[in-house]
Nanobody, 122 residues
Framework: QAQVVESGGGLVQPGGSLRLSCAAS????????MGWYRQCPGKERELLAT???????NYADSVKGRFTISRDNAKNTVYLQMNSLKPEDTAVYYC????????????????WGQGTQVTVSS
């Protein structure tokens, strides 16, 4: 059974950093691409970053330069390093295993984690 489990959320002060982790079943992790989303209160879920199995990354403008997605294939884990956090980054963050279309660059989500809460507040 495919599993995707996020961890690492919590409360952090503005300007601080946090690293989220996402462990996925090997059967779905190794050959697929990864994405991080977030859903702020009252808003739609937003795609933040993607990382293909070949190492290509892409970021939303809202987090470019502040967030970094990476993966450890030996641990079947993807990370989201978040720096210079702002109160508007407060959201539930979701990991996803999916697929980036080679021609369009569009990310198609498949397997979702349960989400982890990140709160940025003083």
């Amino acid at each position: 059974q495919a599993q995707v489990v996020e961890s690492g959320g919590g409360l952090v002060q503005p300007g601080g950093s946090l690293r989220l982790s996402c462990a996925a079943s090997h059967s779905i992790f190794s050959a697929n691409d990864m994405g991080w989303y977030r859903q702020c209160p009252g808003k739609e879920r937003e795609l933040l970053a993607t990382l293909t199995s070949s190492g290509t990354t892409n970021y939303a403008d809202s987090v470019k330069g502040r967030f970094t997605i990476s993966r450890d294939n030996a641990k079947n884990t993807v990370y989201l390093q978040m720096n210079s956090l702002k109160p508007e980054d407060t959201a539930v963050y979701y990991c996803n295993v999916g697929h980036v279309d080679y021609y369009s660059g569009i990310y198609y989500p498949s397997y979702w984690g349960q989400g982890t809460q990140v709160t940025v507040s003083s």
